[in-house]
């Protein structure tokens, strides 16, 4: 195929409307400065809306695929992949009849490799590939015997680098795959500019098109081109390269090199970006006042301390509000001018429908049951999750407007998922750090979900990722490795912090950064705690003492064993129940002697999922203080409602056991509350935990019992009703520790002392000024 092209209309200046860009990718698209890299994805994500952008690479498609979920990186119309033997559309469509008749001229990997098996000197790449095979080899190999055996076989050789023999299909290669799209598309020839930096594409450049050798190329490609008039040889690397050579080929690009404007940046050294305020919004006649939050939460007065020194600093939260645009609303408003002066909350305006299908429908029906390895329970629809983003992206955009240059923008959640993606674009400049407040699923459970490769293309592009215990921070590389390649870069030993071998969620090393894509994510365990002087306070108020006193009076000697947690099928409460009611079965001689305070704290208004659950709970209760109650007793006392944090407090330190045992937890806070509370209380207590809750791999000392295993539940349960009390003291000592030790105000400087060390380690940026300047043409 012969591409003609009349020199006159070759000296015209490009057609921004009818721009193709064809481009490799290593050393090319994905090198350059951030600022290069932004302007080049800019203007094939709106800035020229009829241009067109194709990947011209060596890679096997399998390997580019991650690269279509990474937000910093332009998506491309076509892909040239496998040194030409593939060519697909953007998503990933086979264009035919192309792609046919690549596929009908290639006689098999297993014939090429029959063929050439007595050829010793030839290494096969252990890569990803198609129509192709691909060997190391050095150049004395290319013996006179070996490219007859490869053209016996209808095929090509390719060598490049030194180093790279490609065996290819007839007539196979970058300049020619694109010469058949080119005249398969339409494309005017006149309007191609091809861009690359190895040996590898000098097809592209005697394919008849206009291009750019980048900045750094190899100098057997820039010795090779440089009396090519169409092509010129940019000083610039990678996209700050294309950009050049897109301005000396006449395009006509505005003062940003063709970027959008940059965002204006804040003074905020810390953002916090959580999905809530750090207080509760009451509308009081007619005006809204700040209110302190109903529920505890020692993880926000822990997250407001960080601000207690004077450092400037954004919360970035949703306020609910009539419209997106509410009248008369304050973005910005004062948290606690006394307590933090340099801290302000960010509100963004969403709607009750916004937080309906972003929280309670979207994000606890599609991601709430594949966190939790429920996937039967989820429900993914493409609507919500196109609300999810749109929440997501307003969340980035008002992140990018209120960090400092350099700051450091703090992500709470997987509600919040998206937003690295939204916001890595919009400042690169930032330190992104993101934490998992819940747990992570294995990889083949994480999976399941339709927008994975969007969901991990997106928390890549964070510095730091933490999550709760080194069981999921496995899980996470695990799942990134089944999305794109990755070079683990460290990894430490767990214990003796956490349980390796002890527990369904121990593992031994835990992973500290990864490589994939040339971009290094560092990575950690960081397990919540408990806010230990606030329970020490309370459990010596009079309040919290007077009741204490009256369960004590209901209980009359009874051991107490309490149960507290959200209606939630994660939760295991109906199986906790039934294993209540089997362990009485099996031992009478208990009856009358043991009370269950089972407090379950109903869910969220509108989430209709749960109201089976508590029907069935209500049903089950019923049956076994049926069964067993007499005048003076009843086995289970049964709260469906919120209970004041004081009076949970009281019912901690009245039971003589906590019983946790949910089927799936991220961490499990009542676990470490319970714990602080009876050390508080110079009251021993016996623990009893499941090891699919993330505080079990750090609990040493809680009696730990799969919930999935009937028997095992209730004869755990009684070996904690009959355990001795030097046994149970020691227990309750060690937990008490640890608890201690690791309380709420560790774990944040924990994650931030961490995210520091991270930072000064990094090689420094130029700092983001909120303005481009046009590359030199």
């Known amino acids: 195929m012969t591409v003609v092209i009349d020199s006159q209309r070759w000296s015209r200046p490009l057609d921004p409307a009818r721009l193709v860009l064809a481009t490799d990718l290593d050393g090319t698209l994905l090198a350059g400065t951030h600022e290069a890299r932004r302007r080049v994805r800019d203007l094939f994500t709106g800035v020229l809306p009829g241009a067109t952008l194709v990947f011209v690479t060596g890679r096997g498609l399998e390997t580019v695929i991650p690269l279509l979920s990474d937000p910093t990186i332009p998506k491309p119309h076509y892909i040239i992949a496998d040194v030409g033997a593939t060519i697909v559309h953007g998503d990933l469509r086979p264009v035919e009849p192309l792609q046919h008749e690549l596929t009908a001229h290639w006689p098999g990997s297993q014939a090429v490799l029959k063929a050439l098996a007595g050829f010793p000197q030839l290494v096969r ?4 590939q198609e129509r192709r095979c691909s060997f190391l080899a050095p ?25 790279y023999l490609d065996v290819l299909p007839r007539g196979v290669g970058k300049g020619a795959a694109l010469r058949r799209l080119a005249a398969w598309a339409g494309f005017d020839p006149a309007s191609v500019v091809v861009a690359g930096d190895t040996l590898n594409d000098l097809s592209m450049f005697e394919a ?5 050798v980048v900045g750094g190329a190899e100098p057997a490609l820039v010795e090779r081109v440089r009396k090519n008039a169409r092509a010129h040889i940019a000083t610039a690397e990678g996209c700050g390269g294309i950009l050049e050579g897109l301005a000396r080929h006449g395009m006509p690009l505005d003062g940003n090199g063709g970027s959008r404007a940059a965002p204006a940046c804040g003074d905020a050294d810390l953002v916090m970006v959580y999905h809530r305020l750090p207080y509760d919004e009451v509308v009081v006649d007619g005006v809204t006042v700040q209110r302190r939050p109903k529920s505890p939460n020692g993880i926000m007065p822990t997250l407001l301390g960080f601000f207690a020194g004077g450092r400037k600093g954004s919360w970035v939260a949703w306020s609910q509000q009539d419209s997106r645009a509410p009248a008369g609303f304050e973005p910005h408003v004062a948290v606690d001018a006394q307590a933090y002066p340099q801290l302000k909350a960010a509100r963004i305006p969403l709607t009750h429908e916004d937080i309906d299908l972003f929280y309670k429908k979207f994000s606890k029906e599609a991601f709430w049951p594949i966190i939790f390895s429920f996937p039967d329970k989820a429900e993914f629809r493409q609507a919500h999750w196109e609300r999810f983003l749109e929440v997501n992206r307003l969340f980035a955009e008002q992140t990018a407007r209120e960090a400092a240059p350099g700051a450091t923008a703090w992500i709470h959640d997987y509600n919040l998922w998206m937003v690295p993606a939204f916001l890595r674009p919009l400042r690169p400049d930032l330190t992104i750090a993101f934490f998992h407040h819940t747990a992570f699923p294995s990889s083949d459970v994480f999976n399941i979900l339709p927008w994975r490769r969007d969901i991990i293309g997106s ?21 990134v490795r089944s999305f794109a ?38 990575l950690g365990a960081h397990p919540v705690g408990t806010d230990v002087a606030l329970i020490r306070r309370l459990a010596a108020s009079e309040a919290v003492q007077r009741q204490v006193a009256d369960i004590d009076a209901y209980l009359a000697g009874r051991t107490g064993i309490v149960s507290i947690e959200r209606l939630d099928y994660v939760k295991g409460s109906l199986e906790k129940l039934q294993a209540y009611e089997r362990m009485l079965e099996q031992h009478p001689e208990l009856l009358g002697k043991v009370t ?13 999922i749960y109201d089976s659950l508590r029907e069935e709970l209500d049903r089950t209760v019923g049956r076994i203080n049926g069964r067993f109650s ?18 949970v407090v009281a019912h901690y330190a009245a039971s003589g056991i906590a019983w946790i045992t949910p089927l799936r937890d991220g961490l499990n806070l009542v676990a470490k509350e319970y714990v602080a509370t009876r050390k508080a209380m110079g009251r021993p207590g016996v623990l009893i935990l499941s090891e699919f809750a993330g505080a079990a791999v750090e609990l040493h000392g809680a009696l730990l019992v799969n919930p999935y295993d009937a028997n095992a539940m209730s004869e755990t349960l009684y070996q904690a009703l009959t355990m001795g009390a030097d046994e149970a003291a020691y227990r309750s000592e060690r937990l008490a520790m640890i608890v201690d030790d690791h309380d709420v105000a560790r774990w944040g400087d924990g994650f931030l002392a961490a995210l520091a060390a991270l930072k000064s380690s990094a090689p420094q940026q130029a700092p983001f000024t909120g303005t481009d300047e046009r590359p030199a043409a």
């Open 208 to 212: 008849g098109f206009r291009g750019v």
């Open 630 to 647: 007499t005048l003076d007793w009843v086995p289970v006392r049964y709260f469906y409602r919120s209970l004041p944090f004081e009076e």
């Open 125 to 128: 790449q252990s890569v990803p």
């Open 459 to 479: 928390l890549l592009q964070c510095d730091y990722v933490g999550f709760h215990v080194p069981r999921y921070v496995e899980n996470f590389v695990d799942a």
């Open 596 to 608: 269950l305070l089972n407090i379950v704290t109903p869910a969220a208004s509108g989430m209709e």
């Open 139 to 163: 150049e004395e190999a290319l013996t006179p015997a070996l490219q007859a055996a490869v053209a016996a076989l209808g095929c090509d050789l390719l060598f490049s680098a030194g180093r």
């Open 485 to 522: 390649p990755l070079e683990s870069l460290g990894n430490v030993a767990c214990a003796p912090r956490f349980l390796t071998y002890g527990c369904a969620l121990g593992v031994d090393r835990m992973t500290t950064a990864i490589d994939v894509g040339e971009r290094r994510v560092a």
